[in-house]
């Protein structure tokens, strides 16, 4: 495994300027700030369960909503839980504590011995790439989910993202432009990131591809597809009701889902009187168009076109 510090990289030193980390490392070619080196190894070789099942993502491609699915196919369409307990509660985010800064990694408890603690079968979130997972995920083969969305629209819900939970304070052009060259808080490039799930030496049998973009066009399809992944048998009116309980209305009005109160909890740690905006925005396709000038367009349609030849995978951008 390859790490450098790269702090001192022009665009790198561009991204520290307008947010509130000052120092970030390549791992793999992958960034992250440097508060994620001393997890590595844990990371690396943490203990994996065939019966674990894995969501996984890019960050700000409709995890959540893959999340809750998983959550409640899993769990018998337990909806009276799912209100009362975070989905942060019911599902350990993995590697949470690795990208906080050092302020709340000192008081937030530790993310991956909380995954290591979870009730079998454990169902784990992760928007690692493939190759800083944990080692024995090629050894014990667990079922992992994977979700992608069109970068642009990424790129548009990570800027909100950055805003809301980094004090980020760069344009969204300026954003937009560090995103194509690979530079983020944490798990850029992109391009990079879903190569390591789509190319990587791995069984992709034991991996169900979603797309965001499919999800909107055809939930109950998606839901079905997730259901026959997992072994699970599913009636019409339970599908109409979990589709129900998937739609974009309650997941912003409902707060174990919407992230309120855990948005509050890490207020009072960092003493944040007031954040820009909310974690769950609009769950539509085709926001970026209200963000993107010609030249991004240009920019963004060069990207897309080498990650198309290179892991073949396209999006629909309406």
């Not at 290591?116 to 944990?134: E, G, M, T, V």
């Not at 009005?253 to 007031?274: F, H």
Request: glycine share 4%; with cysteine.
């Amino acid at each position: 495994m390859k790490i450098t510090n790269i702090t001192n990289n022009e665009n790198v030193q561009q991204l520290i300027a307008h947010c509130d980390r000052d120092s970030f490392i390549s791992v793999n070619g992958h960034i992250f700030p440097a508060t994620f080196e001393p997890y590595i190894q844990r990371i690396q070789e943490f203990e994996v369960f065939e019966d674990d099942i894995w969501v996984c993502s890019f960050l700000k491609s409709g995890t959540t909503w893959t999340q809750e699915m998983v959550w409640c196919l899993e769990n018998n369409l337990d909806y009276k839980t799912s209100r009362e307990v975070d989905l942060d509660e019911r599902m350990v985010f993995f590697e949470f504590s690795s990208i906080l800064d050092k302020t709340l990694q000192k008081q937030v408890p530790d993310s991956i011995e909380r995954a290591k603690q979870a009730k079998r079968p454990r169902i784990i979130k992760s928007h690692l790439p493939y190759d800083l997972l944990p080692r024995q995920l090629a050894e014990k083969q667990p079922r992992i989910i994977h979700i992608s969305r069109n970068i642009r629209d990424v790129c548009v819900s990570l800027f909100h993202h950055h805003r809301l939970l980094e004090k980020f304070r760069a344009s969204f052009e300026l954003m937009a432009k560090l995103f194509v060259r690979g530079v983020m808080i944490y798990y850029g490039p992109i391009d990079l990131y879903l190569e390591s799930f789509y190319k990587g030496n791995h069984d992709k049998n034991r991996i169900l591809f979603l797309t965001y973009e499919g999800m909107k066009k055809d939930q109950k399809r998606e839901i079905l597809r997730v259901n026959t992944f997992l072994g699970h048998e599913i009636s019409n009116n339970a599908l109409d009701t979990l589709s129900e309980h998937l739609s974009f209305d309650n997941f912003k009005n409902t707060p174990s889902l919407n992230k309120e109160r855990c948005m509050k909890l890490i207020d009072k740690i960092s003493a944040v009187s007031k954040r820009e905006g909310l974690f769950i925005r609009k769950g539509i396709v085709g926001d970026w168009k209200s963000y993107f000038n010609d030249e991004l367009i240009k920019e963004f349609n060069d990207l897309s076109e080498r990650i198309k030849e290179n892991i073949g995978i396209e999006y629909n951008l309406e």
